[in-house]
């Protein structure tokens, strides 16, 4: 069991914070739309006067809001928790630490701008079931985002020749 965890930790620490992240986002994104009067703006004056010359829906345009803003949240918490207990980062100083979450960002950004592109292609145009795509969607973003973490944000810095021989 324990060679099975030493092989298998980051992966399996990965999924564990993955469900944790998916948490965190459907909790932010359930608070603002049934505990906040949030989308009572749509209601307001101003909003409409604003959202109407470029033909969005309020109700629509609080929605995705809320969806962004929980979305946003759930990133900020995968990119801390990879950080820390996943990959666990050694970069240290403002600029490293900066653009190595600013490559999570990207990269996290990124699947989700692919993940929308596969949904629109297989559900609005082939006609394929929403769940079974949004499942299959999923498997793919989540084999990417580990990637993509694994390989270029949180890559582990090639040993020397000289460290190598002190170890």
Excluded at 21 to 42: A, K, M, R, W
Excluded at 43 to 64: D, G, K, M, N, R
Excluded at 137 to 157: D, E, G, M, T
């Amino acid at each position: 069991m324990k060679r099975l965890w030493e092989r298998y930790q980051e992966f399996i620490l990965y999924c564990v914070f993955g469900g944790m992240t998916f948490l965190v986002d459907t909790g932010v994104f359930y608070l603002f739309v049934h505990h906040t009067s949030v989308f009572e703006l749509q209601y307001s004056p101003l909003v409409q006067h604003f959202l109407a010359p470029v033909h969005i829906e309020p109700y629509s345009f609080i929605l995705h809001t809320c969806s962004i803003i929980s979305t946003l949240t759930a990133i900020t918490f995968a990119y801390i928790t990879n950080r820390k207990f996943v990959f666990q980062s050694k970069s240290t100083g403002c600029k490293n630490i900066l653009k190595e979450m600013g490559s999570f960002y990207a990269a996290r950004i990124f699947t989700l701008v692919l993940a929308e592109v596969l949904m629109q292609i297989t559900v609005v145009h082939m006609g394929f079931d929403e769940l079974v795509m949004k499942f299959s969607v999923n498997i793919i973003v989540i084999a990417l985002n580990y990637l993509f973490s694994k390989v270029w944000i949180f890559r582990k810095p090639a040993s020397t020749p000289s460290k190598e021989k002190d170890s």
